[in-house]
């Protein structure tokens, strides 16, 4: 069974940086590819970013592009997501799951099921 552990959250002041980290087991995840997703309290879930398989071709939601780096390391299954200045609205909670790409022009969970996810939050 695929587990998925998150971590790296923690409470910053805004302008300030995290690194969150995605451990996977139960299988590799070197030929999938991997994405972020954050659940702000009230809010539905929503697709952060996403990075190929082989980790060259990056994906953002406009909201996070040139503040978010994702990164993935298939020697220790694990995808990262490094977060530079940070705002009062990345304020959620972090999940990973392998994503695919649907007709609807948009990147899907292919997984139903969800870590812990990591808490991060933006003080102002």
């Known amino acids: 069974q695929v587990q998925l552990v998150e971590s790296g959250g923690g409470l910053v002041q805004a302008g300030g940086s995290l690194r969150l980290s995605c451990a996977a087991s139960?299988?590799?995840?070197?030929?999938?590819?991997m994405g972020w997703f954050r659940q702000a309290p009230g809010k539905a879930r929503e697709f952060v970013a996403s990075i190929s398989g082989n980790g060259l071709l990056p994906y953002y939601i406009d909201s996070v592009k040139d503040r978010f780096t994702i990164s993935t390391d298939n020697a220790k299954n694990t995808v990262s997501l490094l977060m530079n200045s940070l705002k009062p609205e990345d304020t959620a909670i972090y999940y990973c799951n392998p994503v695919v790409w649907r007709s609807d022009g948009r990147w899907h969970a292919s997984y139903d099921s969800w870590g812990q996810g990591t808490q991060v939050t933006v003080s102002s």
């Open positions: 139960g299988r590799t995840f070197s030929s999938n590819t």
